[in-house]
């Protein structure tokens, strides 16, 4: 069985700090979150964002969303990282963090 393409995910929160993940499961992913980010706050959730994106990942990839949740968040970490995913800076305390694009 050949190998599959791998791509090198940044992780905001640890600069410098590189990983290669498969690239198929990754840009199926980006491809979802992309779909359900919104451009203007409020953004979304951690919860929300995995709820809206679920139905937009192939079932070939993520049978039934199965690491949906893993895949979403290193996803979403490597963009923020890279620029086109934002994290909401202002919140008022106690409430979850939230995301959106650029």
């Given amino acids: 069985m050949p190998k599959s393409e791998r791509i090198t995910v940044e992780n905001v929160n640890v600069p410098g700090y590189t990983h290669a993940v ?6 199926a992913m980006l491809q979802a979150l992309m779909q359900v980010l919104p451009t203007h706050s409020p953004g979304l959730t951690q ?7 679920i139905p937009h990942l192939p ?3 993520f049978p039934s969303g199965a690491k949906a949740g893993w895949w979403m968040k290193t ?4 963009q923020e990282a890279k620029g086109t ?16 694009r650029a």
């Fill in 47 to 53: 919860a929300e964002m995995l709820a809206a994106l």
């Fill in 22 to 27: 498969d690239a198929r499961m990754y840009h």
């Fill in 85 to 100: 995913v934002v994290r909401e800076k202002i919140k008022p305390k106690g409430t979850p963090t939230r995301w959106r």
């Fill in 75 to 78: 996803v979403q970490l490597d």
């Fill in 59 to 61: 079932e070939e990839l």
